[in-house]
């Protein structure tokens, strides 16, 4: 457990000078995956095992068990899986750790991990902050409505611990905590891995990707300064008392539909990056080993291991029978807290682009039609037809009669 970094090549390379083959080396920091890749390349030929296991659970986890994702060599995991078993948190008596896939695919999901952890936690924020703006409920007030939220659907750490802050009082102004914490968001760099390896992937991981932009723009202290006073709507925006409760209940299922598209958005992008990357991931374990001990353990990650289960080549979460009626059942709300956060001037990023990103997904027909022919307009960049196989190109420049540029089979 060193920090990810050059600090985790030096240890490394003091163990190698003294281990002897067969002996194993586990990077348990928030390494890179590629910097795992490398390192479990360049140990192997000494004999000598590098597992990179990502680690998940904080203090807590610390005391009372994490959630492990090794990666590494199977023989390797022979030895250590029973160990890793006996410190791991324990989920429904099973324990939270399970053989991910071969050199860097402990760290990959582990990264991933934190990716959704982002976007769960800017969520929760986002949540937070409607309802404090739109009913002026007390940050107290509010720790009741996540404490019940964590009754139901939405029952998690996350939530769990969000409730908590919000009930801190500061002891040297007697204000709310949360309202003297200074309002810009660190980063120790896991997010924008995740949304760097999506790109590279090609994966739309569009909540988690604004989640991180979320905490990027919060630290833009000068950049806020100077935009303060640009104009936002023109009406105040309150929830007449009588609403209060639908409102709640509103950012309650919005909160939970856009959480499905984070989680699913996640476990496409560990799809793509098993494909990738030659690992035989096994999403439904994945979803099994992050029921506790983890910072994103949550009841509906049992959902997630059924819907894997019940079909293996799932090809979005997201389309799975549960999460279809959960979305279905709570699309209107979503839909209502997104329309009132824009014309309220309330940025919602994470709950705004998951809903964009679902119903860029259930689409019959998208714009990129267009986007096909501006390309095909201005580069030559050619497109593909509805209505039969080839690639035509459109003389623009000419008299815009079609060529076709590779001859369909038929
Ligand atoms: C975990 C956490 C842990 C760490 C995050 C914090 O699973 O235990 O994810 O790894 O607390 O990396 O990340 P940020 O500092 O980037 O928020």
Not at 51 to 58: L, N
Not at 271 to 291: D, P, S
Request: hydrophobic share 40%.
């Amino acid at each position: 457990m060193v920090q990810a970094g050059k600090g985790t090549d030096a240890v490394i390379s003091e163990l190698v000078s003294r281990f002897e083959p067969g002996d194993i080396i586990v990077d348990g920091g928030n390494a890179n995956f590629h910097d795992t890749i490398r390192r479990e390349a360049e140990i192997k030929p000494t004999g000598i095992h590098f597992v990179g296991a990502g680690i998940s659970g904080g203090e807590e986890g610390a005391l009372n068990g994490p959630s492990i994702m090794p990666g590494g060599s199977v023989e390797s995991y022979e030895t250590l899986g029973p160990i890793l078993a006996s410190i791991a948190a324990v989920a429904e008596g099973e324990p939270c750790v399970t053989h991910i896939g071969t050199d860097g695919a402990g760290h990959f999901v582990k990264m991933v991990h934190n990716g959704i952890e982002y976007a769960d936690m800017q969520l929760i924020a986002e949540a937070y902050d409607l309802i404090r703006r739109g009913t002026g409920k007390s940050p107290s007030e509010i720790a009741d409505v996540f404490a019940e939220w964590n009754t139901g659907d939405l029952e998690s750490y996350l939530i769990e611990i969000t409730a908590e802050v919000l009930r801190q009082t500061d002891a040297a102004t007697g204000q709310p905590l949360v309202d003297v914490i200074l309002d810009e968001a660190g980063a120790k760099g896991t997010g924008a891995w995740t949304v760097q390896n999506a790109l590279d992937l090609g994966v739309p991981v569009s909540g988690i990707a604004e989640a991180v932009f979320a905490r990027s723009l919060s630290s833009k202290r000068a950049q806020r300064e100077a935009a303060a006073d640009l104009p936002g709507p023109d009406e105040a925006w309150t929830v007449a008392p009588e609403d209060t409760d639908a409102f709640i209940e509103d950012v309650r299922q919005a909160l939970y539909a856009s959480k499905i598209i984070a989680y699913s958005q996640g476990f496409d992008e560990i799809i793509a990056g098993a494909e990738q990357y030659g690992w035989n991931v096994h999403k439904g374990e994945v979803a099994k080993i992050w029921r506790a001990g983890c910072i994103i353990r949550a009841r509906f990650l049992n959902r997630i291991a059924e819907a894997y289960a019940d079909d293996p080549s799932l090809v979005a979460l997201a389309v799975a029978p549960y999460f279809r009626d959960a979305i279905a059942g709570g699309q209107s709300a979503w839909r209502r807290v997104v329309a009132t956060a824009a014309q309220a001037g309330i940025p919602t990023p994470a709950f705004s682009s998951s809903l964009a990103y679902y119903d860029g997904l259930r689409a019959d027909r998208l714009p990129a039609a267009l986007v096909q022919g501006q390309r095909d307009f201005f580069g030559a960049h050619t497109y593909r037809r509805v209505d039969r196989d080839g690639v035509f190109h459109t003389l623009w420049s000419g008299d815009r009669s079609e060529i076709e540029t590779t001859p369909s089979s038929h």
